[in-house]
């Protein structure tokens, strides 16, 4: 098929420049895929540790609560609170507001650095409670 050349090709990713909020975006779909993959595989383990009896279950517990399994609740905690706040970002965009460059910026920005201030202050609770 020719391509008629008076018409100008589509922008591509050379020509942008990155920013906080195309990072965002980005990081949003990941953690939902992320987390809809992740807590179904998670709780579908559960489910079938719990229907295999107390043994089955024992072990699905040691794992969970061994460092592996730490290390997936900080990872689906993280994911979760990034897919809140860039949904919450979202939220305000939809309804009209902070699309001014600083403004956007800004809530890319605090899109990024609020879900690791969340997961640390979660698991700080967490863990100075089980003390």
Do not use: Q
């Not at 997936?72 to 970002?89: D, N, Q």
């Amino acid at each position: 098929m020719a391509r008629n050349t008076a018409r100008p090709l589509s922008p591509h990713l050379t020509i942008w420049k990155w920013g906080p909020h195309m990072t965002v975006s980005i990081l949003n779909r990941m953690m939902g895929v992320g987390l809809a993959t992740v807590g179904v595989l998670a709780l579908t383990l559960w489910l079938v540790a719990l229907a295999s009896g107390p043994e089955a279950y024992k072990d699905f517990m040691d794992l969970a609560t061994g460092w592996f399994g730490y290390v997936v609740a900080v990872g689906l905690s993280f994911a979760f609170f990034l897919h809140l706040c860039a949904g919450l970002r979202h939220f305000v965009m939809d309804a009209g507001a902070g699309f001014e460059l600083v403004t956007n910026r800004m809530w890319a920005w605090g899109s990024i650095i609020a879900p690791v201030l969340l997961t640390a202050g979660l698991w700080l609770f967490i863990f100075w409670g089980m003390i």
